[in-house]
């Protein structure tokens, strides 16, 4: 039986497919020595494409205002004891202008579905970013929009979008979210947004609510399936102020399997090590690192609003100011071999299929 586990490791580093079902064995089967064996295959991957170099992107937590009400999440609408704001524009280029000193060229703009920040707000916003910073990425995070509205933002410059899939288990998506969000539009939305040119990011949470080894085997289908740029997965992390308050957390183990699952599918993708994984663990982004991730995204918002943007209970990295969290990212990456590089970090290019025929001769 643990044979048959190691053979679909290698399989899956070969090949960069698995069935659903195989994708479960693996995660109903996970020992520590499997996901050591997995994590070693998935840094030899990851090294291969990007060496040690870990991509950093600034993250600008915009606005915590949200119309919906996902059940998980801190700053649903129903939160009332969530003290919302929003970022003006000088706030929002003032930190870009922070970060780009700091050597940061992505600049990540998320915040929740807040319509204040209509197209053409955030297309004047993108442009001017674009303008000031021609070097940068900018990467949106905001949530569902309409074909017509991501197009507008991406012929304005944005290069990146990243709207987590959260499950790819139409059955749990209901669990999860309220009656007026659906499965059929989130994927809907993450179509668009490649269809347009974004380079795409998608991606979930580790143990949330509900959720069971087949639809975990079920995202990591999806993702090998619509072979985004980016995946974005973190431990499901309690608030208490949601109606999922009482629910265990995901676990830092079964979050770095899945790096390493995610590494071998694509060893070019943009993973991140997230910062849920280190708000449950001291050491988790490093240990992300560890297990085949490559990106860190540390925060950029102004310490005045850090504590709001409270998306789980005991977030990290609330109270330092943006060079203070650079420079303890650095260190901490360089204390495992690595180091934070200046560049924008696109995905490089993995021909998957070349790989396969390759393999084949
Ligand atoms: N725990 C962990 N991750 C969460 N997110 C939202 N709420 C939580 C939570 N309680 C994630 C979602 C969302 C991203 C911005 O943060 O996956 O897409
Ligand atoms: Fe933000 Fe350490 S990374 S304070």
């Known amino acids: 039986m643990q044979n048959k586990l190691y053979s679909l490791i290698d399989k899956l580093e070969k090949e960069h497919s698995l069935s659903p079902d195989e994708y479960k064995q693996l995660l109903d089967g996970r020992t520590p020595e499997l996901a050591e064996y997995t994590a070693k295959k998935a840094v030899a991957a990851r090294q291969a494409v990007y060496g040690n170099d870990v991509y950093v992107r600034g993250l600008i937590e915009i606005s915590n205002i949200c119309k919906n009400d996902c059940l998980y999440c801190g ?26 000193a700091l050597g940061f060229r ?13 197209d053409e707000l955030l297309c004047d916003l993108i ?24 197009k507008a933002l991406f012929d304005a410059g944005a290069d990146r979008y990243l709207l987590r899939h959260e499950t790819a288990d139409p059955e749990l998506y209901k669990k999860l979210h309220p009656e007026d969000l659906s499965f059929e539009n989130r994927i809907n939305c993450l179509k668009n947004l490649k269809e347009i040119g974004f380079q795409t990011g998608c991606g979930f949470m580790v143990g949330a609510p509900y959720q069971t080894n087949s639809s975990l085997a079920a995202d990591l289908k999806f993702v090998e399936e619509f072979r985004p740029a980016m995946c974005g997965i973190g431990p499901f992390i ?15 183990e079964v979050t770095l399997f899945l790096l390493s699952l995610l590494r071998l599918m694509d060893p070019s993708l943009l993973l991140p090590a997230t910062t849920a994984l280190g708000t449950i663990n001291p050491t988790g982004r490093e240990q992300g690192i560890l297990a085949g991730a490559n990106v860190v995204m540390p925060n950029l918002s102004p310490v005045s609003v850090r504590k709001k943007y409270e998306l789980y209970d005991n977030k990290i990295c609330t109270g330092e100011e943006s060079a203070q969290c650079k420079s303890c990212l650095s260190r901490r990456m360089e204390s495992i071999g690595y180091k934070i590089v200046t560049a924008r970090g696109d995905k490089k290019p993995f021909n998957i299929q070349l790989k396969q025929e390759g393999s084949n001769n």
Do not use: W
């Open 238 to 252: 309690p608030h208490g102020a949601t109606p999922f308050a009482e629910f265990k957390a995901g676990t830092l």
């Open 127 to 150: 442009g001017k970013i674009k303008k000031q910073y021609p070097d940068c990425a900018v990467t949106l995070s905001l949530g569902e929009r309409s074909f017509d509205s991501y």
């Open 106 to 118: 992505t600049f990540v703009m998320q915040g929740g579905e807040d319509p204040f920040f209509t």
């Open 75 to 100: 700053i649903r609408h129903s939160n009332k004891s969530c003290s919302r704001y929003r970022l003006g524009e000088e706030e929002i280029l003032s930190c870009c202008e922070e970060g780009y």
